[in-house]
């Protein structure tokens, strides 16, 4: 999705603001651009990849203040006009924006009437003609934008560069923003990846901030008028440079570093004495956890897949209601909200807008949420302000595997505590516990063999779509495997539970139809295997994903696949590497950009 970065400093700004777009890259877009200022303001900007700017760029530019993006397109087209920054008329003013601005086309109207040229389609370009109408008739930098912004409704993370001015002038609402205090220097972006290699010091915008950037300082003031109460953090570099680390793609390293993500997540929380877990970030004690009527539990693609592993767990060890929601339908249908109850929001970068809209929904109606969250500080760690970070490190590849696991493992360890309170035994719960510990090791083992992945992508590489069955906690599974190839690999997946694909989806099913079979052995691997055959007994492949040692159940299947045997309950989180290291392979296969889909944003900051 959209990115910014800006510098103001001594040091020449554009090689910054180029390395800037460059870690900004994974969070997928279609075009970029930077402006620099030398006198006048220098604005480069084409379609593609941040490589393709950086051919188009001069050897040298003067400058030491700028601003940069990464545009993932929502107004207008894929094209060079479109891309930011957008420039004011008289080129003295330069705008870089993520967002969407809601009343944008009656701007846009209002701006023509008045004699203004758009060169562009987009929303973001009328905020610089009404900057410059503001900064033409006297006003200050920080003034004019504060009164285009009260004009405007919508969401924004911006940054402004004016020709006359030392200054950055930078404002946010709905979508995130962090300015970068170094020595002499100043940075700003809309990602923390993009900052951690110049400072640890941070100021963490809030939405309806608006802050002026220079070298020595940052004033930070409410769009509303007076002083914000936004502090300085220093955020802990925890996860160091993401490197590819001698791997040819992001998505095989995050695959690859399972194992040790996993030993992070569950390291201290895991309370082997008590037959319980630790999560000092929840503010749940005995008594809340005992009452609690019910948990309900939100997120987005792959985070919604972990929700529905995080529910059923739930369920099965506490013996209470839990309910996963897709967050993008959440806030709109209205939802009842008990203020007792325990609402999860689940996400790995933190930002997705629908997500964050659904947690304002629950808190407004007087719910707290506690987050599920992997990119500490992050907005909805903080909008959340208690919760659990996942510890999966940097997560570079578009397509999520890593964080996955880990907010799987994060729900578990909630549901083992909550039952562990209301439900279950010490001794039960030490023999769980005795269980995940070993499912670090067990991964790691499944990834140094892990079967005839290759022999599946010649069974699904050319199909006219993919189904994936599963019962149980191996149905979100299914979802996730199917979601993963559907996204990298451009095949039309279904994921069901396997029970229901004889309701529908077996009209699918001819001659050598791929499907992907989730079955550890389980309660359910009966009747999944009698699903099994109703796909085989019309002509179907079938690919499956099964426990080592399970031989009955290989003779039904074209290509088997083992993974170690674990306890029912942790069950998905050695059953999805298969799929993920499927999807990966079909994605190389097929000469698909694995760490970079079309079209997909690794955040998604609108709604
Ligand atoms: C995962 O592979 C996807 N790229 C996507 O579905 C993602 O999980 C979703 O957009 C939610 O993102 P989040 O975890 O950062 O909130």
Known sequence: MCGIFGFIGKRSAAPLLVDGLRRLEYRGYDSSGIVVKNGNLQVHKKIGKVSELSKILPNHIEGNVGIAHTRWATHGGVTDENAHPHLSQNGDIALVHNGIIDNARGLRKRLTERGFHLESETDSEALVHMISIGIDSGQSPLESVRQTLNRVTGTWGLCVLFKEHDLIVCARNGSPLIIGKGEGESFVSSDPHALTQHTQSFYLLEDGDMAVVTRDGIDISRLEGGASSTGLTILEDEWGEADMAGFPHYMLKEIHEQPEALRRCITGRLDMANGSAKLGGLRLDPLRLRTVPHVRLIGCGTALNATKIGQLAIESL????????????????????????????????GETADTLSAVKEIQLKGGDVHGIVNVVGSTIARTCGQGVYIHSGPEQAVASTKAFTNMVASLLLFAIRIGRTRNFSREKGQSIIKDFQRIPDLMEKYLQNPGPIDEAVELVKDAKSVLFLGRGLSAPVASEGALKLMEIAYIPCLAYPAGEMKHGPIALLEEGSPVVVILPNDKHREKTIASMHECRARGAKIILIHEEGDVEATEEADISIPVPSCSYLLTPLLTVVPTQLIAYRTALALGCDVDRPRNLAKSVTVE
Do not use: G, L
């Open 318 to 349: 506490a013996r209470i209601p839990a309910v996963a929601h897709v967050a993008s339908e959440f806030r709109y249908n209205d939802p009842v909200i008990n203020p007792n109850a325990i609402h999860f929001a689940v996400s790995q970068s």
